[in-house]
């Protein structure tokens, strides 16, 4: 078993976790969505409406306050985790240093200088070098982005907040990429409501971590394979210590195709009026489309981001969708 | 004066509808805008995340819940209140009679049906008549959209929120159509924090309001200019009610352009991962195009709906906008 290797956080991290992230993380409503099915009404939990616009200031927020004696961070990423830990950093009046390969859009550069932070430009496969580099020749910390016990703790302070508006909650759906916001919320929802399932979601495209649950041990598929997937937020790979909470605490995981996924961003759009990037909406993309796959019954889908071009969104908007 | 005819809602009133809309009307966050000027900080009231996209069910369960003896309730509207009140109604477990204009779109007309009310359709000149006629005939109460104490009281629960969630605002930034909203949110704001501005906002192309303020006297604009503005949730005219609380509560009104409203639901949409209408937007408009004009410092806009067409903001993303 791999879990026997790996210690697994607990409740009473989260819970510390919750007291750290206060005041600098939204504490995002649970918003219900009158137009799901009665059988199985849908209550959304909008992490699209965090700061940084995704869920990662949460896990970032709490392993900054964890770091004693730190002269700053440094982390690496593309996406939303280089600008979650410039906000962190900056809220905890921390110089952090962002490492992003020379592909990241001109636009997201720029968001993350805007939190404060000095952004260093490398070629992609040199970005965890020298991530590593800085932070030894500086003395800075390194934030990973779902590979630490400290981040997981962070992102799992979403699901005590689903736990304490809902407490009836039957059935949560998470997006799955690292695995960390998964690992974070399961913590928190089976300690605190050990009726309701916790199912994980991944696009068809980008399912290596359903693949390594049914295998019992990590399967990877390759970048190449995992970068097909619209949902661009989903296609990290879970690390041994993000395998190991997912094998213990989900009760199963479920794939959606990418129409459904687009599906799903318009619909939460169009009905529930929040914006959703791709990977944001692929856990209503299965609740949505998977009803035969799913237990019935009071449902959270967690909406991890909301950060995508407009031309994306406009397109998504005007296209044909399958219908659930 | 005008003032002296009618008698306000107090405080006291904005209160005990609060007792009322609880657990039918969502308690919405006060979203941080990070994006915005650091010497006037921004908060977003999200209405647009009710159940039915708008705030208008807070004033349509609170006069619903006021009612004694009436076997079931009538309205007539094309917009939002005729789903406030159709969703209030059944909440209640009252049935409801919703009258609207024979050029409704079909999409809203469902909306209404799925709410469970009856739909009559009648051509638009007659709508007030026959509301009024199935009233009488069925002995059904007609909740009006706005000109009605216990509405505006029931829309003044969201200034009640503003107020607990940030004691020390300085501004807050609403919408003005028929008034109700502003009324009931002035009520709230100026009862807990005296020290706050409320500055309404209107269309210039819909700016009767405004002028009405600046004469002292109701003005009254033709339903065909009204009808200009892309917000068609402003195309509305205070009654002597409302316009006797916007003459004694609000600080003072400024109108913003049509592109300057879709260049904030483009920034809402973008940078908060919020779907605005266009009437929505108005108030985040005003805060991003007349800072010269507003007082600094903390700073609320109200998103008062989000319902509107995917190929209307699929058009507002793509399109060309001013920079504030």
């Not at 956080?9 to 005041?23: C, E, H, P, S």
């Not at 906000?87 to 921390?94: D, P």
Request: hydrophobic share 45%.
């Amino acid at each position: 078993m791999h879990t026997d290797a790996v210690q697994l956080i607990t409740i009473d991290d989260v819970v510390a976790a919750a007291g750290r992230v206060r005041g600098t993380a939204l504490r995002t409503p649970l918003v219900p969505a009158p137009w799901s099915d009665p059988d199985r009404p849908l209550w959304i939990k909008p992490e699209n409406l965090q700061p940084i616009g995704a869920f990662k200031i949460r896990g970032a927020v709490n392993a900054v306050a964890r770091l004693s004696g730190a002269s700053g961070v440094v982390a690496y990423s593309s996406g939303n985790h280089a600008q979650a830990v410039a906000y962190a950093a900056r809220a905890a009046g921390l110089p952090a240093v962002i490492v992003v390969p020379e592909n990241t859009p001109a636009v997201k550069v720029e968001a993350t200088r805007a939190h404060g932070a000095e952004v260093v430009i490398v070629p992609i496969t040199d970005r965890e070098i020298v991530a590593h580099r800085i932070a030894r020749e500086r003395d800075l910390a390194l934030i990973p982005p779902f590979d630490h016990p400290d981040v997981i703790a962070g992102q799992g302070t979403l699901g005590l907040e689903i736990a304490e508006d809902l407490p009836d909650v039957e059935l949560v759906l998470v997006p799955v990429s690292g695995g960390g916001l998964a690992s974070g919320v399961a913590t928190a929802i089976k300690a605190r409501c050990p009726a309701a399932k916790v199912v994980g979601v991944e696009p068809e495209l980008a399912a290596d971590a359903t693949a390594s649950l049914r295998a019992g041990e990590l399967v990877r598929w390759s970048a190449a394979d995992r970068a097909r997937t619209i949902a661009d937020g989903l296609r990290a790979e879970p690390s041994e210590l993000t395998f190991a909470h997912l094998s213990t605490l989900l009760d199963d995981m479920v794939t959606v195709s990418e129409p459904e996924i687009r599906a799903a961003v318009a619909t939460l759009a169009l009905r529930s009026h929040l914006v959703a990037e791709p990977s944001g909406a692929t856990a209503t993309a299965a609740y949505l489309f998977r009803a035969a796959d799913l237990p019935r019954g009071r449902t959270v889908t967690v909406i991890s981001g909301g950060n995508l071009a407009p031309t994306q969104l406009a397109e998504i908007l005007t296209g044909d969708h399958p219908t659930p």
